[in-house]
């Protein structure tokens, strides 16, 4: 059983970065496709960054060149790098596989970011 937590949140002004770090219970090498999804008050879960396991990468078109995803087989991470920041970045960011796995959804860690 994998237990994901997310970490790294915060509270930034526009145009700052942050860096969320997802650490896994179980190995996440075994896990095909890894994501960072955030959710907005009143808001469902969004799709913000995919890492497929070849290394290949997709990005929701509003963080495209500002969010990096990337995964850290030695500490058994998946990060998201993210900067430029904007207010409408403001959410709980999660991470889970893609597609989401519901029994993986963790805490998430809140991103505020002012203008």
């Known amino acids: 059983q994998v237990q994901l937590v997310e970490s790294g949140g915060g509270a930034v002004q526009a145009g700052g970065s942050l860096r969320l770090s997802c650490a896994a219970s179980?190995?996440?090498?075994?896990?095909?496709?890894m994501a960072w999804y955030r959710r907005a008050p009143g808001n469902e879960h969004q799709l913000v960054a995919l890492?497929?396991?070849?290394?290949?990468?997709q990005y929701e078109a509003s963080v495209k060149g500002r969010f990096t995803i990337s995964r850290d087989t030695a500490k058994n991470t998946v990060d998201l790098q993210m900067s430029s920041l904007k207010p409408e970045d403001t959410a709980v960011y999660y991470c889970?596989?893609?597609?989401?796995?519901?029994?993986?959804w963790g805490q998430g860690t809140q991103v505020t970011v002012s203008s």
């Open positions: 889970n596989t893609w597609p989401p796995t519901s029994a993986y």
């Open positions: 179980g190995s996440v090498t075994s896990i095909n496709n």
């Open positions: 890492l497929g396991v070849g290394g290949s990468t």
